[in-house]
């Protein structure tokens, strides 16, 4: 897919010259900033892998057991479902 948009000038140059830093296409240095931008823990030029996807998850939730057992649903949804 092509996209095109305008830069301030000042921005043009710093691309350019980090572009020509790294011997890669003013494009290529465009879509690694922009993966970098809205996919923060992707490798640059490459996709994450669902694990690498997943880790971000990874005990971002907690039960509150005290709470979840005072609950007879949530008591009983425990007992049969949550593993040790």
């Not at 996209?3 to 690694?32: G, I, M, W, Y």
């Not at 931008?37 to 690498?52: F, H, W």
């Not at 971000?56 to 949804?77: E, G, K």
Request: aromatic share 4%; glycine share 4%; net charge positive.
């Amino acid at each position: 897919m092509q996209t095109t948009f305008r830069l301030p000038t000042e921005l043009a140059r710093l691309l350019a010259r980090r572009a020509r830093e790294r011997r890669v296409s003013k494009s290529q240095l465009v879509r690694e900033a922009l993966e970098g931008y809205l996919i923060p823990d992707a490798e640059p030029g490459g996709t994450m892998s669902v694990r690498e996807t997943a880790a971000r998850y990874v005990a971002a939730l907690s039960l509150n057991v005290p709470s979840a057992q005072a609950d007879p649903l949530a008591a009983m949804i425990r007992e049969r479902n949550w593993r040790e």
